[in-house]
């Protein structure tokens, strides 16, 4: 099975960060929303970016809701509902909450798809849960996973946001299975063959069978994987045992002064705290610096990014 050759995959904080920056910019393009996978890092990376105030929120919500996947239970309706405010923050006014009202899927000015009516919302989601939770054990995490993505579209909880958050569901459902999928950025495949995409979906509600869709779905997988497999592998260096060590040491948005980082790494040297682990981890996004037009400033002090 190709999943057994990641089994001994060096799993860094950088290349974590990267398949999250690639799996917002092709959930969002899906959807729409025009930013580059540049600007795309570049708003993560908290710079300025030239564009709508609302495609840079969608941005910032999509990467806050994937940093928290490993924290949601994907069994678990409030945790999904959880999951979409943070996707939907400030550019939708039911974030979080079930629509109200009955939606449409229109082909030009031709419906061809009308969504169950929002009085059934409700009871549809709980059946599908419950349906997810009896046969977790039952249906292979593969499987199981592509036929949830299917009918939550079918069901389309949700005014706005439904596509962005059910891929992020369906990789928080396959990542409960194996850790490796944090790593494989499945949306940039399915943004390569979005047309087909939205096209098989649209068979399967027309045959009212979502076989098609699970085959397409194993299909996206399937790819990925071999690009993954495909890519060399960054060679484990001096470099990457400092950062990992300095990562290490710190905590996520608890800032440190050097002579703390020193003491922690044991490091007499602040040149060599500042060229063999400071620079390195700054240069791959990984930590920030909280005074950075000011580099001889007593009050320098850094935190983790990711």
């Known amino acids: 099975m190709k999943l057994d050759n990641f089994s001994n995959l060096n799993k860094k904080p950088y290349l974590r960060k990267q398949s999250k920056i690639k799996s917002v910019h092709s959930s969002l393009a899906i959807e729409n929303n025009k930013l580059t996978k540049d600007q795309v890092r570049d708003i993560i990376d908290g710079k300025l970016v030239l564009g709508s105030k609302k495609k ?11 940093e928290i996947m490993n924290d949601v239970n994907p069994y678990s309706i409030n945790d999904l509902k959880k999951v979409h405010g943070i996707m939907t923050y400030l550019t939708v006014l039911d974030s979080g909450e079930y629509r109200k009202s009955n939606e449409s ?7 061809i798809f009308m969504c169950p009516p929002s009085e059934n919302v409700s009871y549809l989601m709980e059946r599908l849960f419950y349906w997810l939770k009896g046969n977790q054990n039952k249906i ?12 939550f579209v079918f069901i389309h909880p949700f005014s706005d946001g439904n596509g962005r958050t059910v891929r992020l569901r369906q990789n928080i459902l396959l990542c409960n299975w194996k850790e490796i999928f944090e790593y494989l ?6 943004y390569k063959y ?34 993954a497999l495909a890519t060399p592998s960054t060679p484990i260096n001096q470099e990457t045992i400092n ?10 948005n608890i800032p440190l002064t050097a002579n703390e980082i020193m003491k922690k790494l044991n490091i007499k040297s602040k040149n060599t ?5 400071l620079h390195p ?19 320098q002090m850094y935190y983790k990014e990711i």
């Open 56 to 66: 840079i929120q969608e941005v910032k919500n999509a990467y806050n809701a994937y």
């Open 105 to 111: 899927v229109f082909d030009g000015e031709k419906c």
């Open 140 to 151: 292979h995490p593969l499987i199981l996973s592509s036929v949830f993505h299917y009918e």
């Open 185 to 190: 950025p499945i949306e940039s495949r399915i």
């Open 194 to 227: 979005q047309e087909e995409y939205y096209k098989t979906i649209d068979n399967c509600n027309k045959k009212e069978n979502s076989t098609e869709f699970i085959e397409f779905m194993l299909k996206m997988i399937d790819e990925t994987l071999d690009e």
């Open 243 to 252: 950062i990992n060590k300095l990562l290490n040491c710190l905590e996520k």
């Open 273 to 277: 705290l500042r060229n063999q682990y």
């Open 281 to 299: 981890a700054i240069k791959q996004g990984l930590i920030k610096l909280t005074i950075p037009d000011k580099p001889n400033s007593s009050k």
